[in-house]
């Protein structure tokens, strides 16, 4: 079974506009944090938000926010008032706390945001 | 600028062929990690080193290889090559280790692999 799994493969938004990208996950541990990142045409990853399985509130950084429902398992992105320069691959992640992943972060496939203007 | 660092950004190179990628980390990151980001596999994780020592492998080849030096910076090596192996190659470092959840990983720029 996928550990993470983004089914919108493409999403557009118009310019300042809101955009919500989905993301489910799946792990046993109690303790995981899950992570957004954007990777531009250019190629580079970019970590965005961080949020721990034991935060009681949802993260925020700027524009970007996490929707997280921990029952539903899913942590999903909000980006406010979207840009130009939001268009981009975002990547959702996973590192589990104990098990298999060591540390490392397992990746979704990824949704292609195309803002409009 | 994520302050890792990874040379080269571009590779071309022949089937059979062996290179090498390098991968400097963030100041003071004791963990690097490998991916590899290809556009039917998505990112996967190839390994993981730990203040010089190996600790996670994920689907990384045998003609792969990879290690840590007492610097700190990584290298990894990637032989016997096949077109599949053409892909775009990450390198990442983070703070901890196992159980260090909030650590986030910090990419390089990648190396862009091309086998003919």
């Known amino acids: 079974a996928q550990k993470i799994t983004q089914t919108q493969p493409g999403m557009f938004v118009q310019e300042k506009e809101a955009v919500t990208l989905d993301c489910t996950y799946d792990t046993s541990d109690q303790s995981y944090g899950l992570f957004w990142y954007k990777q531009p045409s250019s190629g580079e990853m970019i970590f965005l938000i961080y949020q721990g399985s034991y935060d009681e509130q949802n993260a925020t950084e700027g524009r970007y926010s996490l929707n997280f429902q921990k029952a539903r398992k899913s942590a999903n992105l909000v980006i406010s008032a979207s840009q130009l320069g939001d268009s981009a691959m975002y990547f959702c992640a996973m590192r589990e706390g104990r098990g298999g992943s060591q540390g490392n972060l397992i990746f979704g496939k990824g949704t292609k945001l195309s803002v409009k203007p | 600028d994520s302050g890792v660092t990874q040379t080269p950004k571009h590779l071309i190179t022949a089937t059979g062929q062996r290179v090498t990628l390098r991968c400097s980390p963030r100041s003071g990151d004791l963990s690097v990690y490998w991916y590899q980001q290809s556009l039917d596999q998505g990112l996967q994780f190839l390994i993981q080193?730990?203040?010089?020592?190996?600790?996670a492998k994920g689907n990384i080849l045998e003609r792969f290889s990879a290690q840590q030096f007492p610097d700190l910076h990584s290298e990894l090596n990637l032989s016997s090559l096949e077109l599949g192996d053409s892909a775009l190659y990450f390198c990442?470092?983070?703070?901890?280790?196992?159980?260090?959840?909030?650590?986030?990983?910090?990419f390089g720029n990648g190396t862009r692999l091309t086998v003919t």
């Open positions: 080193y730990y203040n010089g020592e190996e600790r």
């Open positions: 990442a470092s983070s703070v901890g280790t196992q159980g260090r959840v909030g650590s986030p990983l910090h």
